[in-house]
């Protein structure tokens, strides 16, 4: 039997979960480094980051369709930069694009303006909210780096121009 426990606030939480049996295995996924859990129970930790540009555009040929991306693929790769490779953004553009049978060109676009992103990336649903995700996330960060993170937020969108680290 496979558990998943999704979105772990700390080993607290996730240790009364924890099955008794050696036949279950458990996927704990955290924003956090469960240390708790690797020292007593022997958890193996694996860090995931942003998806590469052809991570991300497999990511959004599963959910459109090889066919789709193909037909745009310069719109397809705007949302992959517009998306910063987050898995996450890129399945609910993928969605908007999917339920709104609109081109993934009118979807990049309305990713341009970095101040309405978030807008543009809401399906409705709070499991799926970037904005719940990234304050969850904020909630969790030293007072220190709040404000660097807050400060950062008011900076200009010049991502474009940042060249992307090798991997």
Same mark, same amino acid.
């Given at each position: 039997m496979l558990i998943v426990l999704d979105n772990a606030r700390d080993s607290e939480q996730v240790l009364p979960l924890l099955p008794g049996s050696p036949t279950c295995t458990v996927l704990v996924t955290s924003r956090r480094l469960l240390g708790g859990l690797s020292v007593a129970h022997g958890?193996?930790?694996?860090?995931? *980051?942003t998806l590469d540009e052809d991570a991300a555009i497999r990511l959004l040929a599963d959910h459109l369709g090889e066919r789709r991306i193909a037909g745009? #693929? %310069?719109?397809?790769? *705007?949302?992959?930069? &517009?998306?910063?490779?987050? #898995?996450?953004?890129?399945?609910?553009?993928?969605? &908007?694009?999917? %339920?709104n049978d609109f081109p993934l060109a009118r979807l990049?676009? *309305?990713? &341009?303006?970095?101040?309405? &992103?978030?807008?543009?990336?809401?399906?409705? *649903?709070?499991?799926?909210d970037l904005r719940a995700v990234f304050q969850t996330s904020m909630a969790a960060l030293s007072p220190g780096a709040y404000d660097v993170f807050r400060w950062l937020a008011q900076a200009p969108d010049r991502t474009s121009a940042w060249p992307r680290p090798r991997r």
């Open positions: 958890l193996s930790v694996v860090s995931l *980051e745009e #693929p %310069a719109a397809a790769a *705007e949302l992959v930069q &517009r998306c910063a490779g987050l #898995p996450l953004a890129l399945a609910i553009a993928a969605a &908007r694009a999917a %339920a990049a676009g *309305e990713l &341009r303006d970095a101040s309405a &992103r978030l807008d543009a990336l809401e399906i409705g *649903e709070l499991s799926t």
